[in-house]
């Protein structure tokens, strides 16, 4: 028997599939089962986890579901995942539209439990293990250095209609410790894929193909490790880059993209411009596109599209890209 928030309850009498959400905070973890209707609050630290674990164990979870939420919700993610549970982790845009969906207007952290709860049961998504340790450092790396590009911008930006003297000699100083900071966090990306064997075989295979440098390489890695586990038309729409229909009745309307992780789609945009400069099989499949009165942007989406299933195939298959023979 258990008692939680004045509810005695008995886990063993439930016949029920129970769902678990957990709204995540700095300093505290929300949690809701149902269709128990019953909930809970422990702290967000190593004690508080321990007694989660202890806590839901016994109803036997179908899943867990909580949002990402930076590094506050990755303790809880692993801590749950090694004491045998499945979570999900989601999208927090995603949760807050299927509340939205359900009614669900206002806003608490025990509600915001309830609705992730519901949402595991209704949805289901698919459990997944947290990323490896070296994967995380990859991703905060990635995530300094898109920050460091955009203040960079900023700076130059700035620089370009700024004419005090002193202002634009401290903005150039900026811009130059900007520089050697992005080429520092390059030299550390790149040393972590080296020294990490499993991550640097992955990396060899995807810089084997055109176009794919070390940062697209390392953003697909990093963020986009559903490569292998999933197909083709999959890990397109994952990317962003699967053309949605828009038909309503008789109408029939222009197919688009849309959701999808922007963080890859942008570094594989990138990636699809140079594979399209190299005269190799994506230039040929782009230009064909074009001369046949394809749009820039459907072209290069073509391209992007065919960069992130060529990523999951060879991947999937263990081995390096190949020209197309003539």
């Given at each position: 028997?258990?008692?939680?928030?004045?509810?005695?309850?008995?886990?063993?009498?439930?016949?029920?599939?129970?769902?678990?959400?957990?709204?995540?905070?700095?300093?505290?973890?929300?949690?809701?089962?149902?269709?128990?209707?019953?909930?809970?609050?422990?702290?967000?630290?190593?004690?508080?986890?321990?007694?989660?674990?202890?806590?839901?164990?016994?109803?036997?979870?179908?899943?867990?579901?909580?949002?990402?939420t930076g590094s506050y919700h990755r303790r809880a993610h692993r801590h749950l995942h090694d004491a045998g549970l499945r979570v999900a982790v989601m999208n927090p845009f995603r949760t807050r539209k299927f509340a939205d969906m359900i009614g669900q207007l206002a806003k608490t952290d025990a509600i915001d439990a309830r609705s992730l709860a519901l949402f595991a049961a209704m949805v289901t998504p698919d459990a997944k293990a947290p990323p490896a340790p070296a994967q995380v450092d990859l991703a905060a790396l990635l995530v300094a250095r898109r920050q460091m590009i955009q203040a960079k911008g900023a700076l130059?930006?700035?620089?370009?209609?700024?004419?005090?003297?002193?202002?634009?000699?401290?903005?150039?100083?900026?811009?130059?410790?900007?520089?050697?900071?992005?080429?520092?966090?390059?030299?550390?990306?790149?040393?972590?894929?080296?020294?990490?064997?499993?991550?640097?075989?992955?990396?060899?295979?995807?810089?084997?193909?055109?176009?794919?440098?070390?940062?697209?390489?390392?953003?697909?890695?990093?963020?986009?490790?559903?490569?292998?586990?999933?197909?083709?038309?999959?890990?397109?729409?994952?990317?962003?880059?699967?053309?949605?229909?828009?038909?309503?009745?008789?109408?029939?309307?222009?197919?688009?993209?849309?959701?999808?992780?922007?963080?890859?789609?942008?570094?594989?945009?990138?990636?699809?411009?140079?594979?399209?400069?190299?005269?190799?099989?994506?230039?040929?499949?782009?230009?064909?596109?074009?001369?046949?009165?394809?749009?820039?942007?459907?072209?290069?989406?073509?391209?992007?599209?065919?960069?992130?299933?060529?990523?999951?195939?060879?991947?999937?298959?263990?081995?390096?890209?190949?020209?197309?023979?003539?």
């Open positions: 028997m258990s008692r939680i928030q004045g509810k005695t309850v008995s886990p063993q009498l439930a016949t029920e599939q129970v769902y678990v959400g957990i709204d995540v905070s700095k300093l505290r973890l929300d949690v809701y089962l149902h269709p128990a209707g019953v909930s809970h609050s422990v702290t967000n630290d190593k004690p508080g986890l321990q007694k989660l674990a202890r806590v839901l164990r016994p109803y036997q979870p179908e899943l867990i579901v909580l949002e990402a130059q930006n700035q620089l370009s209609v700024t004419e005090h003297s002193l202002i634009r000699q401290q903005m150039r100083a900026r811009i130059k410790m900007d520089e050697r900071h992005l080429t520092a966090l390059d030299v550390e990306i790149r040393q972590l894929l080296r020294r990490e064997s499993n991550l640097k075989h992955r990396f060899d295979i995807l810089t084997s193909i055109p176009g794919i440098g070390l940062i697209s390489a390392a953003t697909m890695i990093a963020e986009l490790d559903e490569l292998v586990q999933v197909t083709a038309p999959k890990i397109a729409a994952l990317v962003g880059v699967a053309p949605m229909n828009c038909d309503s009745g008789a109408m029939r309307g222009q197919r688009r993209i849309r959701g999808g992780r922007s963080s890859v789609r942008n570094t594989l945009y990138m990636a699809a411009v140079a594979a399209v400069r190299s005269n190799g099989d994506f230039a040929a499949f782009y230009n064909r596109l074009r001369e046949n009165g394809k749009p820039f942007k459907v072209a290069i989406t073509a391209v992007i599209r065919k960069l992130a299933i060529a990523a999951n195939t060879l991947i999937t298959e263990d081995r390096k890209w190949e020209l197309a023979r003539p």
